[in-house]
């Protein structure tokens, strides 16, 4: 069975400042997706970067972008110039096509950006 | 991009009443929804999946007959909580597909909390 550990519970970042969350993975399955996941106050969840694994390029949504790195199954999450609306909980997910589509989703990691 | 309403936001029921919460794809047609729950501060645990015009696949532990799953369009997927007792009391979201490939993006509702006195 895939599973997905974030062994952060809790980070904080200066304003402006760079962060970067942790995400590693376990699977036998060589083809599949993973996504970062943001979680707000408001609980509202909002999709802030996805990466397909046939796809060597690191994917990037302007001031996000990951460090994928297949081989050692880790999955890292950079967000730069901090801004404090980036506070919220950040979920690191793994998707099998085969399976539904079902989401596999990390512990989380709560990010205080602080000014 | 996609929009995934859900409706109540929260609910506060009397134990013993069924509670029904709805989930709506607002701009796009969703063959495929999961509803989630989530309990403070931790991560969404898989509750089922559900396709539209067939029955929904629950995981391992979640009670079917408690949990009344419905997908009759494909804009609209219903959740029922049955005969709620307090330990249900939690934070229910939902999530739609918005294609047909399972590797397609999920969207997700803005949640429902759910209080059982």
């Known amino acids: 069975a895939q599973t997905v550990t974030q062994s952060q519970p809790e980070m904080s970042v200066q304003e402006a400042e760079t962060v970067t969350l942790s995400c590693t993975y376990d699977t036998s399955e060589s083809n599949y997706y993973l996504f970062w996941y943001k979680q707000p106050p408001s609980r509202q969840m909002i999709l802030v970067i996805r990466?397909?694994?046939?796809?060597?390029q690191n994917a990037t949504e302007n001031r996000f972008s990951v460090n994928f790195q297949k081989a050692a199954k880790s999955f890292s999450l950079k967000i730069s110039d901090s801004q404090l609306g980036d506070t919220a909980m950040y979920f690191c997910a793994f998707m099998k096509p085969s399976n539904t589509g079902k989401l596999i989703f990390g512990q989380g990691t709560t990010l205080q950006v602080k000014p | 991009g996609a929009v995934v309403s859900q409706h109540p936001s929260r609910v506060i029921c009397k134990s013993g009443t069924s509670v029904k919460i709805e989930c709506r794809s607002l701009?796009?047609?969703?063959?495929?929804m999961f509803w989630y729950r989530q309990f403070p501060k931790q991560s969404l645990m898989l509750m089922a999946t559900s396709n539209e015009g067939s029955k929904a696949t629950y995981e391992q532990g979640v009670e079917k007959d408690k949990f009344l799953i419905n997908h009759a369009s494909l804009t609209l997927s219903t959740l029922t909580v049955t005969s709620a007792h307090p330990e249900d009391s939690s934070f229910y979201i939902c999530s739609a597909r918005e294609g047909q490939d399972t590797g397609d993006t999920q969207y997700f509702g803005p949640g429902t909390r759910l209080t059982v006195l």
């Open positions: 990466q397909e694994a046939y796809k060597q």
């Open positions: 701009d796009f047609q969703a063959t495929t």
